[in-house]
């Protein structure tokens, strides 16, 4: 059996979650997300959550601040409001971002 938890469209979380599983959300979650591995926002998902994880997948809403220790990925379906702070950020035609995007990167010395 696969590891993780599925949130689905009919469940509504309010508070402070924490973990070290993957998280898929098809429902609502509300507050503050704490996640050693992935999240997964389906399009019939919303986060309005402060979120600390590894990664992150939108396909859904999601508002808040997002910081990811590798990377975010916006699918065209993406509705995001948030400041993101994450090395890598993919941001997919069609979708909807606005807030500010942090990537620490080291240039080359010669730019």
Not at 41 to 64: N, P, W
């Amino acid at each position: 059996m696969a590891e993780g938890c599925v949130i689905g469209r009919g469940i509504q979380v309010k508070g402070n979650l924490t973990g070290g599983e993957d998280l898929t959300v098809e429902g609502s979650v509300e507050g503050h997300v704490t996640l050693k591995n992935h999240i997964t926002v389906l399009e019939s998902g919303e986060m309005q959550a402060d979120i600390s994880t590894h990664s992150l997948e939108a396909h859904g809403r999601v508002s808040g601040q997002i910081d990811a220790q590798d990377l975010v990925s916006l699918s065209a379906q993406a509705h995001v409001v948030a400041d993101i702070r994450a090395p890598r950020v993919v941001i997919e035609d069609g979708a909807r971002f606005k807030g500010r995007i942090e990537m620490d990167v080291e240039l080359p010395p010669d730019l």
